[in-house]
């Protein structure tokens, strides 16, 4: 089916990102070519089946986003570098070739609406938002919450609407969704992302306890799911409300 036309919300995150102040968008241009030649070397030598080439456009969407508003301070020098990075409250931002993959893994389209279950910084979804047409993203640490909701407003990325709130349960309210990503390692997939999947979706999701593998979860027009093994990788842990249900 054709895309649909660019909307309102596209067009208004696009302006902003091209008013972001410069000093946010300049001064790191070669760390930024350096990062992109990483993650594409990475690819080539990962051997991720139908991933040795990261797409253009997630390429182009990991060269536009300034990474160095994405981490603290005293990390700016070392934002591009092709390694997770800490960002307080014992939580990290991703690898740049962990970002690249996930995201290409989910096959965004511009009318696409996302969750992501693990704001972060607000990075992941700073890439995503320069592919979909909205992202909702699911943060339970609260001062990450509300810091990377600030950061998002800040630097333009309109697109992008973030809560406080256990991401175990998804959004309901935003949902279903067309793709959903997980930056957290799970000991099992929640069946409520899975529920607000729809059908043609696909969800990519760290899992295991100890050793985890990326999954990437396919939702048949059925209903049922294929699950695909993508790489062993190390996430932080998935965090639960107190009581949570599974």
């Known amino acids: 089916m054709p895309e649909p036309n660019v909307t309102l919300e596209q067009i208004i995150a696009g302006i902003g990102a091209a008013l972001l102040p410069a000093a946010a968008m300049q001064g790191y241009e070669a760390e930024r070519a350096a990062m992109i030649a990483a993650v594409r070397s990475t690819a080539a030598a990962a051997g991720v089946r139908d991933r040795a080439r990261i797409s253009p456009a997630v390429l182009d969407a990991l060269r536009a986003v300034p990474r160095h508003e994405f981490v603290p301070p005293d990390l700016r020098g070392r934002a591009y570098e092709n390694r997770p990075l800490p960002i307080g409250e014992d939580q990290t931002i ?18 696409h609406v996302v969750l992501e279950v693990g ?23 609260e001062p990450l919450a509300r810091s990377s909701a600030a950061r998002l407003a800040r630097l333009g990325y309109a697109n992008v609407e973030v809560r406080h709130g ?14 959903i990503i997980v930056t957290a390692g799970a000991d099992h997939v929640p069946p409520p992302l899975v529920e607000q999947l729809k059908p043609g979706g696909r969800m990519v999701i760290p899992v295991g306890r100890g050793d985890q593998e990326l999954l990437l979860i396919e939702k048949r027009a059925d209903g049922t799911v294929r699950r695909r093994s993508v790489l062993p990788v190390a996430f932080v842990p998935f965090t639960r409300a107190p009581g949570g249900l599974r």
Request: net charge negative; no cysteine.
């Open 94 to 111: 991703s690898q740049p070739y962990i970002v690249a993959l996930m995201t290409d893994l989910l096959e965004p389209r511009p009318g």
């Open 119 to 141: 704001t972060g910084s607000g990075y992941q979804a700073a890439v995503l938002s320069r592919l979909v047409r909205r992202v909702h993203s699911v943060e339970i640490v």
């Open 166 to 179: 256990d991401g175990y349960a998804g959004w309901p309210e935003r949902g279903p969704f067309d793709a």
